[in-house]
Each structure stands twice: as structure tokens, then as C-alpha cells.
Antibody, heavy 120, light 112 residues
Framework: QVTLRESGPALVKPTQTLTLTCTFS??????????VSWIRQPPGKALEWLAR???????YYSTSLKTRLTISKDTSKNQVVLTMTNMDPVDTATYYC????????????WGQGTLVTVSS | QSVLTQPPSVSGAPGQRVTISCTGS?????????VHWYQQLPGTAPKLLIY???NRPSGVPDRFSGSKSGTSASLAITGLQAEDEADYYC????????????FGGGTKLTVL
């Protein structure tokens, strides 16, 4: 059974850097074609893709946010970490991680999500 | 404003059929990128509903079906049930955004 779980701070201050961890089980990011993505959803709004990391350490970022994002993985710990710099109240959202594949390019399954509020 | 356009809301009575459209352009759906659909029940994470335009994952009822034509895709739900009340999102890729993943704005389905 594949599961993913997001963890990180529930509250960050404006200008701070957010660090989120996705801990997963049931698959390995050292397996060919495996990938993990981060997606966020502001309250009451639509989904927005943020970043993706592949089994071979290739990394992809949202064009609009790439200057603020860094994604990395620790294969031995089955974890993917996302950092987002210079947080702003508009970044308040539920942040999800999800598994995907390079050829099976859909998100399945998703983690439960973690709500991050940006406020002073 | 989302790259893929969905109606904000649709509704139907139990047992009826509803469709949700997902309209893109020549740089995403029209460029041949596949479309995937997700169901988000209230207060929960999205769940994969349809992948690669028209395929249902194991466990998804055959009341749900997907199609794609030109620059658009559609999700159809037949035999509407109260438990289908949720938000639905389409997802694809866009070549004008360096291959970024793009989502629709989401459609709220209300079962009357």
C-alpha cells in the first residue's frame, strides 16, 4: 500500500522560509520512473502544481515560482523536502505531496495535506 | 485564472447524468497532452478518478467516464448519487509553460 504524509510548520511569518517534508512508504524513489510532486491549494481555491523530483534526481519547478522553490530527496529515508523562500500571506494553503511516474504522469495517491498559514 | 477552464458549478438530481467540461488550448490539451481527473470530497485530499483521458483506476465505479477531443476534455457521471457531491479537477501539461503541470479551476458538483 502506497502512502504519503506531509509534515511541517502550521504557521510561518512573512519573509520566512518554509520547509515541508513528505514521508512516503510502499514505493522507492530509487525505482526507475518514480517521481514525487508537491501541489498546493489555497483555502477555497484551485490546485496549483509546485515542483517535482524524479528517481534520477531530475528536478522540475513551476515557472511562476521557480525562483523561490527547492526540492530534494533522501532516498534512504523515503523523504522528499520542499523549501519555499520569502513566504507571503498569499502562500497560505494546504500543501500536498503526491506520487507520479515519468510515463504515468498523473498524481496517485496524494498525501492528506498540511495547512500552512502565513501571518505575522 | 487557470490555464484549463472548467465551469464553477454543475448540479443534477439523483440518478441523472451530468458532464463537466475542461477547455484548454493548442499549447496543452490541443497539443496532445493527456488529461487526468480528480475528485475532492469535502475536507479531503484529491483522489485520482480518471487517468489518460478515459481510464478508470481500480475501484472507481463505471458511472464515471472521461473523453478528450481537440482542445477539450469532459468528465461524465451517470446515475448521480449523493456521495458524488464534491469538487472535480482536470489536469494536463502546457508546453508554453515549459511543460508545467496545469490544473483546471475546479467544478463543484451539487446533487440536488
Amino acid at each position: 500500500q502506497v502512502t504519503l504524509r506531509e509534515s511541517g510548520p502550521a504557521l510561518v511569518k512573512p519573509t520566512q522560509t518554509l520547509t515541508l517534508t513528505c514521508t512516503f512508504s510502499g514505493f522507492s524513489l530509487s525505482t526507475s520512473e518514480m517521481c514525487v510532486s508537491w501541489i498546493r491549494q489555497p483555502p477555497g481555491k484551485a490546485l496549483e502544481w509546485l515542483a517535482r523530483i524524479d528517481w534520477d534526481d531530475d528536478k522540475y519547478y513551476s515557472t511562476s515560482l521557480k525562483t523561490r522553490l527547492t526540492i530534494s530527496k533522501d532516498t534512504s529515508k523515503n523523504q522528499v523536502v520542499l523549501t519555499m523562500t520569502n513566504m507571503d500571506p498569499v502562500d497560505t494553503a494546504t500543501y500536498y505531496c503526491a506520487r507520479m511516474g515519468t510515463s504515468r504522469n498523473w498524481f496517485d495517491p496524494w498525501g492528506q495535506g498540511t495547512l500552512v498559514t502565513v501571518s505575522s | 485564472q487557470s490555464v484549463l477552464t472548467q465551469p464553477p458549478s454543475v448540479s443534477g438530481a439523483p440518478g441523472q447524468r451530468v458532464t463537466i467540461s475542461c477547455t484548454g488550448s493548442s499549447s496543452n490539451i490541443g497539443a496532445g497532452y493527456d488529461v487526468h481527473w480528480y475528485q475532492q470530497l469535502p475536507g479531503t485530499a484529491p483522489k485520482l478518478l480518471i487517468y489518460t483521458n478515459s481510464n478508470r483506476p481500480s475501484g472507481v465505479p463505471d458511472r464515471f467516464s472521461g473523453s478528450k477531443s481537440g482542445t477539450s476534455a469532459s468528465l461524465a457521471i451517470t446515475g448521480l448519487q449523493a456521495e458524488d457531491e464534491a469538487d472535480y479537477y482536470c489536469q494536463s501539461y502546457d508546453s508554453s509553460l515549459s511543460g508545467d503541470v496545469v490544473f483546471g479551476g475546479g467544478t463543484k458538483l451539487t446533487v440536488l
